[in-house]
């Protein structure tokens, strides 16, 4: 009773750092960051099979909506996650995108509880535990990943790994006694469960298993429950989880090195070298669903964890994996996120190493970071790995509230924080799309309302998620990396866009899909995450798909624009009634000269308002006709004040008068600024008699009648439009036969 009594106020305070922590990163999901209205990228997966499990109690076990027309098989990837999230949310009910938020937000943050437990195995002291692992609530790299708005894998991975940790320390720590073999029972069956739901678990395996390696050669404290339940779990899940049958799991490091802990070891040096060669000797020796990972790693290494220009230099498998998610952070992002976490960490670092230098919590740090400074999504380890040393720095008085107050403020306030790194000369690296909410809104009703449930659509893999979980399309491409026929199908489907286009539409048919998603970042984005770069190029050829699909439409023999967006066009193979479609900015060819590069479209498509401004401005200054017409459509694409447009408009039309600017140009900023404000008798009249003085007659007999509709009491556009008939009609009657 007394233990109980003294262990209360701890239980205590943890409860209300996890309630305050869902409640902060509650209030940065809605008024700091907030995240996409939507699941993105390999999340939208999650949810919709998170979402089938709690509507029929099942997941598939061929997934017919993506990889069309085979469909995939949906063991071949770890679903684990989607079965506790659509489980829980099958017993409580309620709406299902407001349990996802909640449980994307809260389940992250049983990491807390259990990294305290670890720490404390480790020879932390209570309260400086507990105060550390608290922290973790608050810091602002653990907090981007889990906003409540995608269900990422290390969103349930990441408390079992802690807890993984806590059990394996205690197991060690209590080598012999009882708890300490019920303790390394209990992390075999975890170590079984994050290979369950994880699969980056396998390289966290990896290194567990070499530790145990080396540590049992130079200590020999390991003892053989250990090892036994550690190396049993990863060889059974290599055998039993069907993801990890598929990729070959039973030769992978993990499983080779488990075999290895599981042998009688001795004291040679050479039982635990042995191990390790032959360990990493067999990333490259497994099959070909997880070689892109190992391509990706050595590429990396290679050409230090920089792009090359040429990416011909690297292999296909480097270049569709070597994207931002599984990147090398920027000096920027690691400043930003970092900075404060590492400056509150530097006064605990040498505690930490007295305090833990036998302990496997000393070796997550350098484990995290070398995987951080692999692949940048795992920032949310290294935040992790970060707390023991920023706990052991709270026990410094002086340095304590500083250090809370940094990882505070870093936290309430990171757009200032971004503003100062960003002012100290480093960029950041921005990877977003062109794609906005709004227009992804359309896109996705479009294609629920106007398209047939058998429709398939071709598309890159990042719409290709959004399609089939939104709008329930099947889908060619899938988010999935690890199947290999996936890959295969990206990387062809990148170098297909600039093939010309019969190439593109055999491909159609061969996978049997009739609609096509073109977006303007495959032309725009040169960057080492573009389409032109994962396609293998340098250059775009002149006689690509993609420049038609981009700048002339109508050149296209068999492919016809049913949608458009500012970024984003839909075409319909074999399509029997074309749709007519408004001109849209980033499409038009001869505006390519208002934008430099693909940052400064993005900013044009976010700030039209204000762009439209600033390019009306310089075209005055530069006297450019066609910039100042693309001011005027960006504007109205941005919601320009229709008496705004209408004063750009005026001025086109003015200079078209005193003969500096064509008719056909602007023929094209009437009919856009009446597509957008409404028709207009006066605008489509005046239009009619410039028709008419340069001799247009059919054109201009259009631009009347659609006077005459609007207006029929208009007798002096009837009378006009009269003498443009007759005459019209004695032209045709005096042409020869």
Not at 54 to 66: F, R
Not at 340 to 358: E, F, I, Q, Y
Request: charged residues 20%.
């Amino acid at each position: 009773m007394k233990e109980i009594k003294s262990r209360l106020p701890v239980v205590l305070f943890l409860a209300a750092a996890l309630a305050t922590g869902f409640l902060f990163r509650s209030w940065f999901a809605s008024s700091v960051l907030p995240p996409p209205s939507r699941m993105q990228a390999e999340t939208t997966q999650s949810y919709r099979y998170a979402k089938l499990f709690s509507e029929t109690g099942s997941i598939p076990s061929l997934d017919t909506l993506v990889m069309h027309p085979e469909g995939w098989p949906t063991s071949q990837n770890s679903i684990f996650e989607e079965y506790i999230a659509g489980g829980i949310h099958r017993v409580t009910g309620g709406d299902f995108d407001s349990f996802m938020r909640s449980f994307s937000l809260l389940f992250p943050l049983f990491s807390v509880i259990f990294l305290y437990l670890w720490m404390r195995t480790a020879g932390y002291d209570t309260w400086i535990a507990a105060f550390g692992a608290s922290l973790y609530s608050f810091l602002l790299p653990a907090i981007l990943r889990a906003r409540g708005g995608s269900l990422y894998r290390e969103t349930v991975a990441l408390p079992m790994l802690t807890a993984l940790g806590w059990l394996t320390e205690s197991s060690l720590r209590d080598e012999g006694d009882r708890s300490g073999r019920v303790s390394a029972a209990a992390a075999g069956v975890v170590l079984f469960a994050c290979l369950a739901a994880w699969k980056v678990t396998a390289f966290i395996a990896f290194f567990l298993f070499l530790y145990l390696l080396w540590r049992n050669w130079r200590r020999g404290d390991v003892g053989y429950h250990v090892r036994l339940s550690l190396g049993a779990a990863q060889i059974a899940a290599s055998l039993l989880l069907p993801h990890m049958r598929h990729d070959g799991a039973f030769f992978s490091p993990a499983t080779v090195s488990a075999v290895f802990v599981l042998l009688p070891s001795g004291r040679s040096i050479w039982f635990p070298v042995t191990a390790t060669i032959l360990s990493v000797l067999a990333a490259f020796a497994g099959g070909t669903s997880g070689s892109h990972v190992s391509e990706v790693i050595l590429a990396k290494l290679r050409f230090l964890f920089s792009h090359p220009e040429d990416p011909g230099l690297l292999s296909d498998d480097a270049r569709i994996f070597w994207v931002p998610g599984y990147t090398s952070p920027s000096p920027a992002q690691f400043l930003f996120l970092f900075g404060v976490p590492l400056l509150a960490s530097l006064p605990g670092m040498a505690d930490m190493w007295r305090n833990s230098r036998n302990r496997l919590l000393l070796w997550f740090l350098p484990l995290s970071m070398a995987g951080y400074l692999f692949f940048d999504r795992l920032m949310v380890l290294l935040a992790l790995a970060l707390i023991p040393p920023i706990a052991m720095s709270l026990r410094r008085k002086w340095f304590a509230v500083t250090s809370v107050f940094l990882i505070l403020l870093q936290s309430v306030f990171p757009g200032d924080l971004a503003s100062m790194v960003s002012s100290a000369g480093l960029d950041f690296e921005d990877s977003s799309s062109l794609l906005g909410d709004s227009e992804l809104d359309v896109f996705l009703a479009w294609t629920r309302d106007r398209t047939d449930r058998d429709d398939a659509v071709l598309s890159f893999w990042h719409i290709s998620g959004l399609v089939s979980a939104y709008a329930d399309r099947p889908v060619v491409t899938h988010t999935f990396f690890e199947n290999s026929e996936n890959r295969r199908t990206i990387m062809r489907f990148a170098r297909t866009l600039f093939l010309p286009e019969d190439s593109l539409v055999t491909f159609m048919r061969e996978k049997e899909c009739r609609l096509l998603v073109y977006q303007a970042d495959f032309l725009l984005d040169r960057s080492h995450s573009g389409l032109i770069y994962l396609a293998g190029l340098r250059d775009v050829p002149r006689d690509a798909a993609a420049l038609m699909l981009h700048y002339s439409p109508d050149s296209l023999d068999s492919l016809e624009p049913v949608f458009q967006g500012p970024s984003l066009r839909v075409f319909s193979l074999d399509c029997p009634e074309p749709t007519e479609l408004q001109r849209s900015f980033l499409f038009q060819e001869r505006y390519r000269h208002c934008c430099s590069g693909y940052d400064e479209a993005r900013s044009q498509l976010a700030y039209p308002l204000d762009w439209s401004e600033h390019l009306a401005n310089r075209a005055v200054e530069m006297r450019d006709l066609d910039m100042l017409s693309g001011a005027l459509l960006l504007g109205l694409q941005g919601g320009l004040p229709e008496e705004d447009a209408l004063t750009i408009l005026n001025d086109l039309i003015q200079l078209y008068i005193h003969g500096s600017y064509g008719l056909d140009g602007l023929a094209e900023d009437v009919h856009s600024f009446i597509w957008y404000n409404g028709p207009d008798p006066g605008l489509s009249l005046l239009l009619a008699r410039f028709y008419a003085s340069e001799g247009l007659l059919p054109e201009a007999m259009e631009e009347y009648s659609e006077v005459l509709r609007l207006d029929p009491s208009n007798m002096e556009a009837a009378e006009e439009f009269h003498m443009i008939e007759v005459e019209l009609r004695s032209l045709m009657d005096g042409a020869p036969e």
